[in-house]
Structure formats: structure tokens, C-alpha cells
């Protein structure tokens, strides 16, 4: 039942529904996704501490970018990001294409104890929701009210305030930041603080992937 749960809670994070599954567990644990100035450099991440205004509920969670590979003669992205998922780390991966249109090419996850599992073409590209959202650009669809000096766990920063349009939320950017320039992020639902930077960020998943396949999935949480 607990391998059921992270199933449907990864793919909650990627934006993909997980159907029946994902309602019957709940998606509380979801870690949230920062929304900034998408700058993708290879070994650079940031480390978040996400509130729940909810519950109070902290999750700490870590963005980085471990790889670059072509996609259809386009730059493409490896971005991980892992959190705790209360046996050990999950750790899931997507090969974003930014531009005007960003897509996700190709997506790999690996629960805690488990081989890397990847989701086939078809299945990755319907999870473009979380992944696609985070690699947008914020300045399209905020206003910004001014240059700050921010201070959270990781030190302090100049940043740009930028205020949702649709007044859900406030984030405030640095360039100094990567991947997302995002230093803090305070919403209605949820606050997201940065707690420190990264210059050396490996590859987290191990081992060979294997096909996704929810059926086995299914038989091994009930075992």
C-alpha cells in the first residue's frame, strides 16, 4: 500500500493524473513547484523549504540540473528534483525543451528501494502540467513591483518582486539563483523559502530504467 501511495504521489508532482489511484491516496504530500525565471545550468540547484499554510506541514525539496541532451536538434534539460518520502529519497527526473512552447521529452522516476522506472512518450508527454509550469517564465504572467533585499536561510539577495497577476501569490527572483531565480515565494496556499544553493549537483537516480508498468506496481504494493 505504501509503494501505491508514492506511485500516485510522483505522478501527482509531474502534473500527471494518476487516475482512480491518486484520488484513493490523496495528494497531500505534494511538494510544491517553484514558478520563476527558468535559467538551466548544468550542476547548478536550490534547495526549498515549502509551509503548508494548511497545516503548517514543512517538505524540504531539491531542484537541479544534471544533464543536457538533444531533442530534435533543441537543447534539452535533465531536471531533477527529490524530497523525502519517509523511507528515503524520491527522486524523479524530466527532460525539459524550453522555449516558447517548453515541452517534456522523456521522464524518470525512482522510489526509495526500487530500480528507475520510465514513463513511456505518450504517458511523460500528459505530465507536462507541473514540470512545463515550472520551467515558464513568471515575467508573463506577473507584474513587477521593484527590486528588494530579500533575506531567507541561504543568505541574502537583491531580488525582483514579482506579483501574480491573478493575485495568487508574490515571488521574488534573483539571477544569482538557478534553476529558477526564485529566492522566496509566499501564496495563499503555501510559502517557499530557499534554504541553500547548489554548484555540484549529480545525478541521483541509479541503476537502469525500466518500463513503467502500473500493473506490477499494483501487485508489489499488495505483497
Known amino acids: 500500500m505504501k509503494h501505491l501511495k508514492l506511485v500516485a ?3 501527482a508532482c509531474l502534473g500527471l493524473a494518476a487516475g482512480t489511484a491518486s484520488a484513493q491516496m490523496g495528494m497531500g504530500m505534494r511538494p510544491s513547484m517553484p514558478h520563476g525565471v527558468f535559467n538551466p545550468v548544468v550542476g547548478s540547484g536550490s534547495v526549498y523549504q515549502t509551509t503548508s499554510a494548511t497545516d503548517g506541514k514543512k517538505t524540504d525539496i531539491e531542484f537541479a540540473i544534471v544533464g543536457r541532451e538533444a531533442v530534435n536538434g533543441k537543447d534539452g534539460y535533465w531536471m ?9 529519497d524520491m527522486v524523479m527526473k524530466t527532460l525539459i525543451v524550453p522555449g516558447d ?19 513511456a512518450g505518450q504517458m511523460a508527454g500528459h505530465m ?8 515558464s517564465d513568471i515575467r ?24 501574480m497577476k491573478d493575485g495568487s501569490g508574490d515571488t521574488w ?6 534553476p529558477f531565480g526564485v529566492v522566496k515565494h509566499q501564496g495563499k496556499d503555501s510559502t517557499m523559502v530557499l534554504m541553500r544553493t547548489v554548484s555540484d549537483a549529480k545525478d541521483k537516480i541509479t541503476g537502469t530504467p525500466q518500463p513503467f508498468n502500473p500493473a506490477m506496481m499494483m501487485q508489489q504494493s499488495q505483497q
Open 80 to 88: 531533477e528534483y527529490s524530497f523525502n518520502a519517509g523511507n528515503g
Open 9 to 11: 504521489l510522483a505522478a
Open 173 to 178: 527572483i534573483s539571477t544569482k539563483v538557478a
Open 101 to 119: 512552447a517548453t515541452t517534456v521529452s522523456r521522464m524518470i522516476m525512482q522510489m526509495p528501494g526500487r530500480p528507475p522506472m520510465e514513463m
Open 140 to 163: 508573463s504572467s506577473a507584474e513587477d513591483v521593484g527590486s528588494e533585499s530579500i533575506t531567507v536561510p541561504a543568505g541574502t539577495f537583491t531580488c525582483e518582486h514579482y506579483r
Open 128 to 135: 507536462n502540467g507541473g514540470a512545463q509550469s515550472a520551467a
